[in-house]
DNA sequence: GCCTAATCATTTGATATCTATCGTTCCTGA
DNA sequence: TCAGGAACGATAGATATCAAATGATTAGGC
């Protein structure tokens, strides 16, 4: 059993992940914002999350990071946190005036980040990727290794 | 023109690129080695670098980068790099024996991983995705941001 | 033969991310 | 009532990464 003759599959979906993450923070940079800041105004504004906890996975995060994520946007004037009365332990976060504009900006570039990304492709050829890489996701999530 | 309905082709690209990535370094990390190490070793092992920036390309990350896991893979026993005598200013960067040894288990955990990936899909399916991929590179990696 | 360009690697300084741990607040069961 | 544990977020310490500046060496032009 030799090892596979062409590459593997999962470098090019790394090098690929990686070019069109890096070509998006670029665009995201130029409207002054930044791929975790777009994720997390996004998650904001249009999630009713609970709490911090909530936020961080809706992003795909660890909750540490989080945090300093929502450091900077608080000494920006993106966001504010204040205590939930209800409960003391719960942070609420919510977008200022200036966090909505910045969504805003950002959403343009979203959107015309994936209009460019599915540029030449049907959408029946989008389906079709979507759906081969969630039997990927689902192949290294699943919880049984012993499957070599 | 309202934002495209579906979930971004760029989001699912990215988690579920993570999620493979983290998967893989996991299985790395058990037969004591990492995602960078285990693309070093095998650029050394399967091709002609004539430098370090070479190698920094062929791994996909810059130069500076491989500077710190050359470090430590010296450190480690892994590699050693001396001067080109006939240009000094390259560093001629070779594998040890506990190097190749290393390339050698990790290769294993690789071509299981790889296997792993592949699960349920036909290799037509697998050829289609690459296919696919690659075509989300290009429309990225395109030199003319002017098409919106 | 020199001075300037270019090339190669490293260092420096910054950001993003993770895991592990800590302090605070809440809740539950004896 | 109150002690122990759970939940929540912040902090500390570590690694990976990049861009820009630096140092060393070579190659080219005059």
């Not at 000494?75 to 332990?89: E, F, M, Q, S």
Request: no cysteine; hydrophobic share 45%; glycine share 6%.
């Amino acid at each position: 059993m030799p090892p596979p003759a062409s590459r593997p599959i999962g470098l090019t979906l790394a090098r690929t992940a990686r070019a069109v993450s890096r070509a998006f923070d670029a665009r995201l940079a130029e409207a002054g914002g930044s791929l975790p800041v777009w994720l997390i105004l996004l998650s904001l504004r249009t999630q009713a999350l609970g709490n911090q906890r909530e936020l961080a996975n809706a992003v795909g995060i660890q909750g540490a990071t989080l945090t300093h994520h929502l450091n900077a946007m608080e000494r920006n004037g993106l966001v504010t946190r204040r205590r939930d009365p209800a409960n003391r332990r719960v942070h609420l976060v919510e977008l200022t005036p200036a966090g909505k504009e910045l969504f805003g900006r950002l959403r343009e570039t979203a959107i015309a980040h994936d209009r460019r990304l599915r540029r030449g492709l049907t959408s029946a050829e989008v389906a079709s990727l979507e759906q081969l890489l969630d039997r990927l996701h689902v192949n290294v999530a699943d919880d049984d290794p012993a499957v070599t």
